[in-house]
């Protein structure tokens, strides 16, 4: 079964950097897009990133861009967020999610919270 | 950015009893190859989202018949025929037609009354 989990997730100053990892199983995570969605602490959830099967179509959030890199390692089945320059309002819990079947985000991983404080 | 607009908010709903939840959309979501990408997740408490309902009307494996998805074009329903307690938590609407970006609706909080 698709497994999806997060990690690297903690307290980070205003302006510091963060990198998320997802660890992927049960599916063939080299053939696959992959999203990360965000939801702010009692908030809805916000779309953030996009990439490619082979990491050469990313797409962005406008709230993000510039600031967050989406990247993968498909020798190691691994899905990064590579977050920069944080803002109190990225404070959020970090989804990692996958694009399966053809028919937009599907599975999703149980999350890491990351909170921006000084 | 499409904007998915969901009513009602909050839902309290007696056990045993239906319940629905609307989704609009500010555009078709008919995509160009013919398929509606519009999914229905759940996020019960404390947990990470899972998708219930995809293309509409489709049922994820492992969800009960009890959840139905229509709808077309900009209007899309969830309905559940007979609430069970564990249905508790909040649903969203998604759509994956005019992407990026993904966009969510609000969500709606459904409550055992």
């Known amino acids: 079964q698709v497994q999806l989990v997060e990690s690297g997730g903690g307290v980070v100053q205003p302006g510091g950097s963060l990198r998320l990892s997802c660890a992927a199983s049960?599916?063939?995570?080299?053939?696959?897009?992959m999203h990360w969605v965000r939801q702010a602490p009692g908030e809805g959830l916000e779309w953030v990133a996009f990439t490619r099967y082979d990491g050469s179509i990313r797409y962005y959030a406008d709230s993000v861009k510039g600031r967050f890199t989406i990247s993968r390692d498909n020798s190691k089945n691994t899905l990064y967020l590579q977050m920069n320059s944080l803002r109190p309002e990225d404070t959020a819990v970090y989804y990692c999610?996958?694009?399966?079947?053809?028919?937009?985000?599907?599975?999703w991983g149980q999350g890491t919270l990351v909170t921006v404080s000084s | 950015d499409v904007v998915m607009t969901q009513s009602p908010l909050s839902l309290p709903v007696t056990l045993g009893q239906p319940a629905s939840i609307s989704c609009r959309s500010s555009?078709?979501?008919?995509?160009?190859?013919?398929?509606?990408?519009l999914n229905w997740l759940q996020q019960r408490p404390g947990q990470s989202p899972r998708r219930l309902i995809y293309n509409v009307s489709n049922r994820d494996s492992g969800v009960p018949e009890r959840f139905t998805g229509s709808g077309s074009g900009t209007d899309f329903t969830l309905k559940i025929s007979r609430v069970e307690a564990e249905d508790v938590g909040i649903y969203y609407c998604?759509?994956?037609?005019?992407?990026?970006?993904?966009?969510f609706g609000q969500g709606t909080k459904l409550e055992i009354k």
């Open positions: 555009q078709s979501l008919v995509h160009s190859d013919g398929n509606t990408y």
């Open positions: 998604m759509q994956g037609t005019h992407w990026p970006p993904y966009t």
């Open positions: 049960g599916f063939t995570f080299s053939n696959h897009g």
């Open positions: 999610a996958s694009d399966i079947y053809a028919s937009g985000i599907d599975y």
